[in-house]
């Protein structure tokens, strides 16, 4: 599924081969996140559908909607302002002939609260996002949770990537939402902003399962979502990410009764057929920090309940 989009032909014949530009801020566009929500994005059939983009990235989604899931149009926002532009740019070299169906909402955009990005998503078909699962590690709120716990920080999630705010969200900021707990806040909020802002679109999602899919499944049955799964793959583990946050949700059960009813979902096998709990997969990385790790990721939609 990363193979290049062919948008037009070279003289020769042979089609062009681009490749999206992505800067170091930017989430790598050929990550296997990616493969695996545009493969659960072909399956959701958005042909002649208005779709909004919550964390538009590299636009290497829109293009990939415009081109070969032939939506009739495409808008989207991002917290970080400067990914607008990239984005633009990459759609008009990825999908040229249907740019003009591209229209982002510009600025710094958290979930969808400005006016433009709300009235963008009262006339939307359908929201699509791939939104954070994990608390900052600086958070002061996830902090003093660690502390409790007694687990330490990694090393290597002590320092902060350009592309920090790809991988992790202020989980403090987002206490108020029940699924908060399990690494899931700002996915709810945004179920919640949607459910109040375009009560009839329907959401297509990209998830890492580390917490399990019954879990994500209750996250929209609870917000007034009847989900359905529609592609999944196991995927390596970031090297870069924390998952001392898994480690301390498991360690949190620990000796209350509810320990074997959640368990995160780690393997130590690409084909996900050797189970890993969190604080064992924490145990191999702390030994040797390039021990692959793996987790399934799937795309998950949401139907309004009442359609």
């Known amino acids: 599924m990363n193979a290049p989009l062919e948008p037009e032909a070279a003289p020769s014949g042979e089609p062009y081969t681009l490749t999206p530009e992505a800067p170091s801020f930017a989430f790598d566009p050929t990550d296997p996140w990616t493969e695996t929500f545009q493969r659960g994005l072909e399956i959701a059939d958005?042909?002649?559908?208005?779709?909004y983009e919550v964390g538009i990235g590299t636009g290497t989604n829109a293009a990939f909607l415009l081109q070969l899931c032939d939506a009739a149009y495409v808008s989207g926002s991002d917290l970080d302002p400067r990914l607008i532009e990239l984005a633009e740019r990459n759609v008009h070299?990825?999908?040229p002939q249907k740019s003009a169906q591209f229209h982002p909402v510009r600025g710094?955009?958290?979930l969808i609260d400005t006016d433009e990005a709300r009235a963008q998503i009262a006339e939307?078909?359908?929201?699509?996002a791939c939104l954070p699962q994990v608390g900052d590690p600086g958070d002061k709120r996830l902090a003093a949770f660690r502390e409790a716990?007694?687990?330490d920080l990694p090393e290597t999630a002590s320092a902060q990537a350009d592309d920090h705010i790809a991988h992790y969200y202020p989980w403090g900021a987002f206490d108020n939402y029940p699924f908060n707990s399990v690494g899931?806040?700002?996915n709810e909020a945004l179920l919640q902003r949607i459910r109040e802002h375009a009560p009839k679109a329907q959401v297509v999602m990209n998830f890492g399962c580390r917490i399990g899919t019954k879990v994500i499944f209750e996250l929209f049955e609870a917000n007034g979502f009847k989900p359905e799964e529609l592609y999944s793959q196991i995927v390596k583990q970031d090297a870069g990410t924390d998952i001392s946050f898994f480690v301390m949700l498991e360690k949190a059960l620990d000796g209350t009764g509810l320990e074997k009813d959640f368990v995160c979902k780690f393997f130590t096998d690409p084909e996900g057929k050797q189970p890993l709990s969190a604080c064992d997969a924490q145990s191999l990385l702390?030994?040797?920090v390039e021990t692959p790790i793996y987790h399934?990721?799937?795309v998950i939609r949401g139907i309004p309940a009442e359609s």
Do not use: N, P
Request: aromatic share 0%; proline share 0%.
């Open 46 to 51: 958005l042909s002649g559908k208005r779709v």
């Open 93 to 95: 070299s990825l999908a």
């Open 108 to 110: 710094a955009v958290s």
């Open 124 to 128: 939307t078909d359908v929201v699509i």
């Open 149 to 151: 716990q007694s687990i």
């Open 184 to 186: 899931l806040g700002l």
């Open 286 to 288: 702390e030994k040797d």
């Open 296 to 298: 399934k990721v799937a």
